[in-house]
C-alpha cells in the first residue's frame, strides 16, 4: 500500500478537526512523558619559602573545606535528578506515550476519549509495556553506541513499536519489535522525510518565543498515527501480523 505525505497530513488534518484542544492537552501529556585530602610538607631552606608554603597551605584548606564540598554537593543532586529522571520516563513516561499514542490513533477513527492516556496503567498491561519499551530503548542506545547512523536507523525501525503495544499491551516485546522492522522495512527514508516535512512549521512555531512549537505537536502526533495506520493495514494485508494478534478486530474499517 503506498502512502503520500500529502495524504497523510491531510488525513491528520480532518482528524483534528473539532478536537484539537484535546489532542494539544495530549501532546503536552506526550512531551513531559521522551551528578578530600592534603598533605602538608615543611621546609627550612628559607623565610620566604617558609611564607609561600603557609599561603599555598592556606589556599589548599580553602579549597578542601569550602569548594570540594560544594562541588561534592552539586554532582550528587545532580545525580539524583538524572536517577529520577530515567525512572520517571521507564515507569511514568512510558505508559503515557502508549497511551497517547493510542489516543491519537482512535482519535483518528473518530473515537476522542481522554481515556485512552491513561489505558497503560493496569497491571499486566504496565508490566508488558514498561518491559517492551525499555527492551525497545536498550536496542536502539546500543545500536547508536555501535555508530550513530545505526542507532538513527534503528529508531526509525522500531518507531510502530508504541502503537504496536497500543493495540496490544501484552504481545512480547521481541513480537513488537519484530512487527515493527517489518512495517517500516523500506519505509524509513519516507518517514525520514515526512519527519522533515515539518521543519517549516517548527521554525515558525519557534519564532512565536518558541510556544508556538507547542501548537504544531498535536498535528505531528496526529500525522505520525495516520501513518502508523496506513503501515498497519499493509502489514495486516501482507501477512506480517493479523488482526486478532493487534487485537483490533473492532477498530481496523
Request: proline content about 2%; hydrophobic content about 50%; aromatic content about 12%.
Amino acid at each position: 500500500m503506498m502512502w503520500t505525505r500529502t495524504e497523510i497530513k491531510a488525513r491528520a488534518k480532518t482528524a483534528l478537526r473539532g478536537s484539537y484542544w484535546k489532542a494539544f492537552l495530549v501532546s503536552i501529556i506526550l512531551l513531559v512523558a521522551g551528578a578530600e585530602g592534603g598533605s602538608r610538607g615543611s621546609s627550612a631552606s628559607g623565610a620566604n619559602n617558609s611564607s609561600n608554603m603557609g599561603i599555598e597551605d592556606n589556599i589548599r584548606n580553602m579549597v578542601v573545606d569550602n569548594i570540594v564540598p560544594y562541588i561534592t554537593t552539586i554532582l550528587a543532586v545532580s545525580f539524583i535528578i538524572v536517577v529520577l529522571a530515567f525512572l520517571f520516563r521507564i515507569f511514568v513516561g512510558y505508559p503515557l506515550e502508549v497511551g497517547s499514542r493510542r489516543y491519537f490513533v482512535k482519535a483518528a477513527k473518530k473515537n476522542i476519549d481522554l481515556g485512552n492516556v491513561g489505558f497503560s496503567f493496569k497491571y499486566k498491561r504496565y508490566i508488558s509495556i514498561i518491559k517492551a519499551m525499555l527492551y525497545k530503548s536498550v536496542l536502539i542506545i546500543l545500536w547508536t553506541l555501535l555508530l550513530i547512523i545505526p542507532g538513527i536507523i534503528k529508531s526509525y525501525a522500531y518507531r510502530m513499536v508504541p502503537y504496536i503495544l497500543a493495540d496490544n499491551p501484552e504481545i512480547s516485546h521481541k513480537r513488537a519489535i519484530e512487527i515493527s522492522n517489518a512495517m517500516t522495512d523500506g519505509q524509513k527514508f519516507d518517514i525520514f522525510v515526512l519527519d522533515l516535512s515539518f521543519i517549516g512549521w517548527y521554525i515558525l512555531g519557534a519564532l512565536a518565543l518558541g510556544i508556538g512549537v507547542l501548537f504544531v505537536n498535536p498535528y505531528v502526533n496526529a500525522t505520525e498515527a495516520e501513518l502508523y495506520l496506513v503501515l498497519r493495514q499493509e502489514a495486516i494485508d501482507t501477512g506480517i501480523c493479523s488482526q486478532e494478534e493487534l487485537n483490533i478486530g473492532e477498530f481496523i474499517k
